[in-house]
């Protein structure tokens, strides 16, 4: 699977992180502010405890988070 074309290298390596995007073949990166700058420190994260969860995703370890509604007939 092929990234988006690096800025700096124009290889198609540039992969998303949890922070922004880095390209793996030349190791440069793009970072985004978190809230997409509006600051806050997030909700809870369930896995690292840490209040870095925006728009449902860690910022810190990447964990993704998602309402699934599942009825069950019993």
Same mark, same amino acid.
């Given at each position: 699977?092929?990234? *988006?074309v690096?800025?700096?290298c124009?290889? !198609? ?11 793996? *073949?030349?190791g ?10 509006q600051g806050?420190?997030?909700? !809870?994260?369930?896995?690292?405890? !840490?209040?870095?969860?925006f ?14 509604n *599942?009825?069950?007939?019993?």
């Amino acid at each position: 699977m092929a990234g *988006k074309v690096c800025p700096n290298c124009k290889r !198609k390596t540039f992969f998303v992180t949890t922070t922004g995007r880095t390209c793996t *073949k030349c190791g440069y990166t793009m970072k985004t502010m978190a809230n997409n700058g509006q600051g806050g420190r997030g909700n !809870k994260c369930s896995n690292c405890n !840490k209040y870095t969860v925006f728009h449902n995703k860690c910022r810190t370890c990447g964990a993704e988070y998602s309402l699934i509604n *599942k009825n069950f007939d019993i």
